[in-house]
């Protein structure tokens, strides 16, 4: 392969990689009953039933009811989502989502309904308790298979940083005996990597939430730290 050309495949291939590693999505929670609640607490301490208390009870109330219809179409989002990425799923898999939906939203209708009788926070909390051991089922499920994507996209990134590892290994014997052994060593931290992702993938169904998140922290941390070798090697190398 002409230097050039070579040149070129690094460069695009190293672009598509940043672009991969450079996504990252954040969700932040702030409870708004917060103010409302401690306002409520100490009105029923009091056994205050004046127009202010009430009304802080009534906001407190609507706060509590939105935040368990949130809480369903964060849930409901996340589904469709997945749902929506049908190509990475075989069809067991793809069967078992459309029955999460479905179970979903039978468990959804039921719950709304019950909350929108409710007359105070108290009501509301009764109801969360209530759904809390149907919920945390859907919601194991769920995980399943957020945490399989998120492997697969780990798995993407890592296939890229191999093809980078091979286009460098055709030519290595130009390389100083010091850049052949960082190679060496990048490439055996990449198959490392990949027997660990792959692993995990077998087991996915049999993850707990704890281990979802550290697995993947882990495993973040382990392609960044070799991408940013990788980069460094490339810059050695007169790539970039």
């Not at 190293?14 to 969700?27: E, G, N, P």
């Not at 909350?115 to 769920?142: H, M, R, W």
């Not at 191999?162 to 960082?182: F, G, H, M, N």
């Not at 792959?198 to 697995?215: G, K, Q, T, V």
């Amino acid at each position: 392969m002409h230097v050039w050309l070579k040149k070129a495949l690094v460069f695009s291939i190293l672009l598509f990689v940043i672009s991969l590693l450079s996504q990252s999505v954040r969700a932040q929670d702030v409870d708004q009953r917060s103010d409302y609640l401690e306002v409520v607490k100490k009105c029923n301490e009091e056994n205050d039933t004046s127009a202010v208390c009430n009304r802080y009870r009534q906001q407190a109330l609507i706060f509590s009811k939105n935040r368990l219809a949130n809480t369903f179409e964060a849930f409901e989002n996340r589904l469709n989502r997945l749902l929506g990425s049908s190509e990475i799923w075989d069809d067991a898999e793809l069967s078992d989502l459309k029955i999460l939906k479905a179970d979903f939203y039978t468990f959804k209708k039921e719950n709304l309904e019950l909350v929108n009788e409710a007359e105070t926070v108290g009501d509301v909390e009764i109801v969360v308790s209530n759904l809390q051991p149907a919920y945390s089922v859907l919601l194991n499920k769920l995980n399943s298979f957020i945490y399989k994507e998120s492997l697969l996209k780990q798995k993407v990134v890592l296939d890229k940083i191999v093809s980078l590892i091979d286009v460098l290994e055709d030519t290595q014997a130009t390389y100083s005996q010091e850049d052949k052994d960082r190679l060496a060593d990048l490439s055996y931290r990449a198959q490392e990597l990949m027997v660990n992702i792959d692993a995990l993938l077998e087991n996915h169904d049999n993850i707990s939430s704890s281990s979802f998140n550290r697995d993947l922290t882990e495993n973040t941390e382990d392609i960044d730290s070799l991408f940013d070798d990788l980069r460094e090697l490339l810059n050695s190398l007169g790539y970039i």
